[in-house]
């Protein structure tokens, strides 16, 4: 097995580990702009991509890699949490968060990192995330039955459709590049201005790479005296 | 950076056909994986439940008692304890999905011990917690039980081979769980003795989202 579980080698080290992978993290998060809320607002309008793409990249990236090591032994792939599906308590949490996301601006993440840079939008859904979870804590008693309802346990697509790991994987890659192709569409569809319209395939393309690698030297400056 | 989207899509196709190729370790592999973890509990006796012990938690409330049979339809027809439900080794991955209830304990049957330890080996692989095999399978407790009361001489530990798996009693009609052994009196437990060896573990798995 890979030497993934950090805690094994000390409380102390690992948890030195996830302090470093969350400055790194919010690190990241910053400096590509997710701590602006209308970066965040703008991929539910197809006006920025930016989010969406990487958050699909790290997404695809991570199940790649995660997957590859369970096939060659190095992670044992049942000792990743997956969380366990209720489909009522998901259908509802998903569209509180979607309508979160997009009126704040925000999911608890990236308003953690707009805190952090002191916004105040970014304080005020901080600071209303926690109420919302005391009030939730307080609350779900009441509703229990239906909370816990519908309960799959941890299911995964591979189950859930009965095909290989590795037939999944690829679908899910596939999608995510398609979905890809569809936002840029609409990018340039509804938010030409916005979008990025160099081609990346194609002579068109061959000919941007020439003109980026080798650009036209400068004139030289002439005397006139 | 546009330029780079062919190959960023090139190696991930890629590293998706080798996943597919290379496949993933079923529970037997995962179990391989991690043997020097899990076999001592076997070879210690440490994930065997003895009768006694487990004729305890048929009547101990507090305690969510699986009993998991996973022996043939035919077998299961002519004897079975109450309660327990019959389960091919391959539905058992169904059970790893819907587990992580940390109070519930779970004990495998088999007619000798063989099968249930197999079964064993793919739960535990699963993580599934508080999986038990009982001792000396249905041979032994039919050895043990004798039509609601112990068999004198009391046999202390399981006869048979361990690989042995055939069920060594004979039964005039298929009673299921209507045998009166099927859950022997609670009177019976100030007669047994036995050494506990169920530690249940009590703390959920727990993990975060992202946000």
């Known amino acids: ?31 590509a702009g997710f701590g ?63 309508v979160g996301f997009i009126i704040g601006g925000y999911c608890p993440g990236t308003s953690l990192c707009s805190a952090a840079t002191l916004k105040l939008d ?24 239906a909370w816990f309802a519908n309960a799959h346990g941890r299911l995964t697509l ?37 979008a990025d319209t160099r081609p990346w395939f194609g002579k068109r393309a061959a000919g941007e790479l020439q003109r980026e690698s080798f650009p036209p030297s400068r004139p030289k400056r002439v005397s006139m005296s | 950076m546009k330029r780079w989207i062919p190959l960023a899509a090139g190696i ?59 022996r043939s339809e035919r077998d299961f027809n002519l004897f079975h304890l109450l309660d327990s439900r019959r389960l091919n080794e391959s539905e058992l991955t169904g059970i790893a999905r819907l587990e992580e209830k940390p109070q519930r304990l779970t004990i495998l049957i088999g007619n000798g011990e063989a099968a249930a330890v197999r079964s064993w080996k793919q739960l535990t692989a699963l993580k599934v917690p508080n999986v038990y ?24 530990s399981p006869n048979d081979p361990p690989q042995l798996d055939h069920l060594r009693h004979a039964f005039d009609q298929a009673l299921g769980a209507r045998h009166p052994d099927s859950r022997p009196p609670k009177t019976l437990l100030k007669q047994l003795s036995y050494e506990p060896r169920v530690q249940l573990k009590t703390k959920a798995r727990k993990g975060g989202g992202c946000g």
């Open chain 2, 133 to 156: 095999v009982l001792e000396g399978g249905l041979n032994h407790w039919l050895d043990l039980f004798n039509e609601g009361r112990l068999s004198t001489p009391q046999p202390s």
């Open chain 1, 36 to 98: 602006d809320s209308r970066k965040l607002a703008g991929q539910f309008y197809a006006k920025d991509l930016s989010v969406v793409r990487v958050m699909f990249t790290a997404i695809i990236t991570a199940m790649l890699l995660l997957f590859l090591a369970s096939s060659v032994g190095l992670l044992d792939y049942s000792d990743i949490w997956v969380n366990h599906t209720y489909v009522f308590a998901d259908v509802v949490g998903g569209l509180i968060m979607g």
């Open chain 1, 122 to 145: 970014g304080v005020f859904f901080v600071l209303g995330v926690f109420v919302g979870i005391f009030l939730f804590g307080e609350s779900v008693d009441w509703i229990r039955e």
């Open chain 2, 12 to 70: 991930w196709i890629g590293l998706g056909l080798v996943i597919t190729a290379l496949g993933q370790p079923d529970p037997e592999g995962l179990y391989e994986l991690r043997k020097e973890r899990y076999q001592p509990r076997l070879d210690e006796r440490r994930a065997f439940v003895q009768p006694g012990e487990l004729l305890h938690y048929m009547y101990e409330t507090s305690v969510d008692l699986q009993l998991i049979d996973v």
């Open chain 1, 1 to 31: 097995m890979g030497p993934f579980d950090v805690m094994a080698w000390g409380s102390a080290l690992g948890l030195g580990v996830y302090f470093l992978i969350g400055i790194a993290f919010g690190f990241i998060l910053e400096s």
């Open chain 1, 158 to 194: 591979p189950e859930l459709f009965g095909l290989p790991t590795g037939i999944v994987v690829l679908m899910a890659a596939a999608l995510a590049f398609a979905f890809f192709l569809v936002m840029d569409a609409l990018q340039r569809k509804f938010w030409p201005k916005h």
